[in-house]
Every structure is written in C-alpha cells, then in structure tokens.
C-alpha cells in the first residue's frame, strides 16, 4: 500500500492530467461494458421470459406442411379427441394441452356494430394454462361449458375495452358470428342462422411478443359450442382434435418433440402424419426466428464493443506503466544488485497496474449504478415491445458487474505487466553506468 501511494503521488507530481485521464477512461469502460452487459442480460431475459413463459410451448397436427410453409391438416383425422388427454398422461413434462379448432371467421357483431378480429379460436380450460391467460373480470371457462357446448365466449381485456369501455362492462354482452341470414314469414324479420354467444369473461392480454409469435387468439369459444345439431358428433369431436397445442416444463423443445412423437406414433401407428412446432395456429412462426436472431445480434454486438472500448481505455495503463520502468530504470537496477529478485519486481509493477485497474473499474461500476435508469429509459423506444423492463428496471445485473470488474482488473494487470517483464531485463551493471 506503501508503494501503491507513492507510486501514485509521484505520478499525480509529475503527470497529474495523464492519471486523471487514464481512471476516467477506465471508469467509462468499464461502467459502458456493466450496461452493455446488463442490457443483453435484460433482453435475453424478457424475451425468453414473453416466449417460454412457464416451459415450452408446442402445436401438434395430424397433417402435412403445404409449399407455403402452412400446416395441412388430414381429412378424415388419423387420431381422435383423446389425443390431447394422451400426450398429458403419458409425457410426464406435459401438464396442459388445449384442443385447437380454427373458427372460419373474421369479424363480430355487437350491439349493432361489426369488428374486424385479429384471430378466433374454438378450444377448451386449458388454453388459458397453456398461456397462462388470467381472468381479470367474469368466470374462466370450466369442463362444464365444454360438456355441454354453452354459447360462451372469452375476450382479451383490451378488446372488452374498445367495444364496451371497460373489462366489467363486458361480461354478459352478446356477440355475434357471421352467417346466413333468414327470413321469418311469421315475424317478418330477419335472423341469423347462427346464435349469439354471451361474454362469459375476460381475460388479462398477453404480451404482444407472445401473441404475435405463438398467435394466442383475442377471442375464444369452447370448441364444442359450434358443434351442429344431430350428425355423427363423435366424427366432429375428432375432426376439431386435430391440432392441440401443449405446454412442457423441464423439456426442450427438441427433447418434447421426440417424446410427442412418439406417443402418437405409439397410439395411431407409424403411418400417422405428426407435425410439431414451435410458432402460431398457421405454422412456424417467421417472427419468432427473426426476434431471437436479432436479440441475439444485439446482444453480441453490444457486448463486443463494450469490451472493445474497455480494452482500448485499458491502454492508459500500459502507457502509465512504459513511463514508470522508463524512469525507475536506474532504481530497478540498484534494487536487482542488492539482491532484490526480478519476481519481487515485477510483482510491485503488476501490483500496481492492477490497483489503478481496480480503481478505474470501482468508478466505473459505481457510474453504471448512477447511469443505469436513464441509459436503459432511453433505449425502452429502440426496443420497442420487447423490453418493458428497460423503462421500468433498475437496469444493472450483478453478473454484468462482476464480469466487467473482471475484465478491467484483467486487462489492466496483463497490460501493466508487460513493461514490468521488460524492465526488469538486461544487465543490472550496464543499466547503472547508462544512467
């Protein structure tokens, strides 16, 4: 410590700009390098958090991928509407898999105005485990409503909003498909073929990452409540089980895919057509590739140039460092011939590289902590949906932190080292008649 401050007085006497300049330029690396790191670390996080909440999430069909990438379901189905309750009981990862039935509409009507949907589904209680859809006003979908095929419906909290002002006001409305209408001779009016159904409840709205990559639907029917009267109803049951979609925990998706795979293949044969995927209703889902990719690149873009700029303002050091043996050449030599090993030398010289290094870094860390709020504000904007925590969190990780420290100390004391091996070279009697 001795040596550490007079090191530090004699430089501060002879160069003081030069040691200023040097800590700031460490301190800012190393603080860019905590949120650059940080930055990533949040990012990875929120989208792995939107995408995988609570485990993976798959789509299954019985069918065949068309030249458009789209799925093409089998007429008649290969399996039945035991398919989903088959791949729960047998696959101990998989807790939740929901019927899936795509309903052949686009727009609804109520209270005498039409809406154009974004997606509509027919499907059962554990869709809202799947995506863990919390009901945020009425009842949740229950067995029984399946059971039964109730004239049910479930909204999103933001589409209860836009057609009747708030989530409360919703429930109990009546919503109603397109279809033919009719005409009534005794009544003389209209009326469409197809019944109203009643807001049953609502539920709170995913995250837009999630819903646009896995298309969880903004409006859902229990399947079974557009199941025509008489006909062969078993036949419908097992033509609407053709695609489920299920949630794993503790699996990969590779790991999932293999096991639903064979599970089906178990129970309908090898000639069954078995699709599984991570993506939307329609097929594997193009934004979700493209979100991950560019996370990723920006991950370790950031990264890289946040090392890149510690590197280079670890430097100072190295300069620091060339000046200090360049100067001390004769008291080196003086120290090496009365018996001081080149060991003990270089050690003094590293040991001090390494506190400027830590010091530098120390201001830093403590920059990031002051910087981290409107730094990380400013990006929310960049990043769009995908990062509500920038505009909300504190912003720097405890690994960022530790990582960034690591490096500056490491930088510093590899750079810091290199003059002390040099200065401690050539002949100690020469050195002392040069000087």
Known sequence: MKKFITMLLRHWAKSPMKVVLTLT??????????LSLSAGSILNKE???????????????????????????????EWDSTAADTVVTDIDSIKNAAVIFELPFRNITTEGTSYNLRSAVGSDPQYFEVFSLDIVSGLPMTQDDIDNGFKKVWITEAMAVQLYGSKEAAVGKYIQPPGERIYKAASGKEQNVIPSFTVAGVYKNPSEVARRAYGISDLIF????????????????????????????????????????????RKYGEDTDILVWEGSTQGKSAYMEELRNTVKMFTVSVNILGILLLLTSSFGIFSIMVVESLSRRREIALERALGASQGLVV?????????????????G?????????????SMSPLLGEIAAEFSTGFGVTPGAMVTS????????????L??????????????????
């Open 25 to 34: 330029a460490l301190a800012l690396g190393s603080g860019i390098l905590v």
């Open 222 to 265: 229990p399947y079974t409540s557009i199941l025509p009267s008489g006909g062969n109803v078993q036949r419908m049951l097992n033509f609407m089980s053709g695609m489920f979609v299920v949630r794993s925990t503790g699996s990969t998706v590779l790991q999932t895919t293999a096991a639903l795979n064979q599970t089906l293949t």
């Open 365 to 377: 860390l403590i920059l990031s902590l002051v910087l981290s709020k409107p730094v990380m504000s």
């Open 405 to 416: 420290l690591t490096l500056a100390v490491g930088f510093g004391g590899v750079l810091g």
């Open 418 to 435: 290199l003059p002390a091996l040099s200065a401690v070279k050539g002949n100690i009697a020469e050195t002392i008649k040069e000087i």
């Open 47 to 77: 989208v792995a958090g939107q995408l995988n909440t609570n485990g993976v999430i798959l789509y299954v069909a019985n069918g065949t991928w068309n030249s458009d990438g789209r799925v093409e379901k089998d007429r008649p189905t």
């Open 347 to 363: 050690r003094e010289f590293w040991t001090w590289s390494l506190a400027l290094s830590f010091t530098g870094a120390a201001a």
